[in-house]
């Protein structure tokens, strides 16, 4: 698709600011604790000793939504990111001298989301071919792709080589037919992970119109999966049918998503979803994955995002 839809977090900036005074300003202070000044990265924890690939996009993102992303300067972000890319033009999950830490395929799909949000994807032109190659090497003939641990192919990690793709131009190296036959049979299994379930319809909304997703995709099965997640206390479990799962920010977020896509989050009990983030929120401005734990940037992100699609209604 040439153009990107504007209701993803991951790729495109935000056409309005989150209303972020009703968080209060704290937030953003937690977001720049997080922030390593020398080598240019973001770390999941206040006290994290180095920065990290996801948890820097996951900063950008949450700063460019609150209209902040100007506090940190992109060439250092730039620089950081590009220690981290390893010989096979594969990215780890932090700076890699001598490929001391091995490439995969999440930190690659961070850092191309990273590197593209600052606007320097261009300086990545003469590496697009190898890394659209290290992508490719993940593919299955099953039109699904693998991860750096295991050769079966996952909703997940297909998501994030599509898009990494996508980004760099490369979708013409896959066969979509196949991608997306391999993505529509994922929906005969009963009960998949919300993760799992979002991940396809991200993939699917990548190769194929809003209207033949909605055409070649059971889209009431994918809706009540994601609507059955949700708990009495209006934050989302992995399952549907587990009620041994608790809620959980992750899978809130995930959800929350999932349901944007298909247009359906007016199913789902906004009020309490809205509460149960908030009440999320701790002292320090950030957000834990549940009531009273430990800050993280990954799970502030995952708070933020979400409260932008509630409250965007």
């Not at 996952?154 to 993505?183: C, H, M, W």
């Not at 479990?237 to 920010?249: F, G, P």
Request: hydrophobic share 35%.
């Amino acid at each position: 698709m040439e153009s990107l839809p504007n209701w993803h977090p991951y790729w495109s900036s935000f056409p309005n600011e989150l209303e972020y005074s009703d968080l209060d300003t704290a937030v953003i202070d937690f977001i720049m604790s997080c922030y390593h000044k020398v080598e240019g990265g973001f770390g999941d924890y206040k006290t994290e000793k180095e920065p990290y690939v996801s948890s820097t996009a996951k900063g950008l993102i949450c700063l460019d939504l609150l209209k902040k992303i100007d506090m940190v300067k992109r060439i250092d972000i730039y620089s950081f990111l590009r220690g981290c890319q390893n010989s096979d033009f594969g990215f780890a999950i932090t700076t890699s001298k001598s490929d001391l830490y091995p490439s995969n395929l999440e930190s690659t799909y961070y850092s191309i989301i990273a590197i593209n949000l600052i606007g320097y994807l261009p300086r990545l032109k003469l590496h697009q071919p190898k890394i659209i190659n290290w992508v490719l090497s993940h593919y299955n003939f099953d039109g699904g792709f693998h991860s750096d641990e295991s050769v079966v192919s996952n909703e997940y990690y297909t998501f994030q080589a599509l898009l990494i793709l996508n980004l760099l131009k490369g979708l013409d190296r896959i066969d979509p037919n196949l991608t997306v036959s391999y993505l529509i049979n994922r929906q005969t299994f009963k009960n998949p992970e919300v993760t799992l379930t979002t991940s396809q319809l991200l993939s699917l909304y990548l190769l194929i119109s809003p209207e033949e997703v909605i055409d070649r995709l059971n889209i009431k099965v994918s809706t009540s999966r994601l609507l059955r997640c949700q708990n009495k206390t209006g934050g989302f479990r992995k399952k549907k049918i587990d009620l041994i799962y608790k809620s959980d920010m992750l899978y809130t977020f995930q959800a929350i998503i999932g349901l944007t896509i298909i247009r359906k989050l007016t199913r789902i009990n906004k009020e309490k979803a809205i509460e149960w983030i908030i009440s999320c929120q701790n002292d320090d401005g950030g957000f834990g994955n549940k009531p009273n734990a430990k800050s993280s940037l990954s799970n502030t992100f995952y708070a933020l995002i979400s409260l932008y699609h509630l409250t965007s209604l």
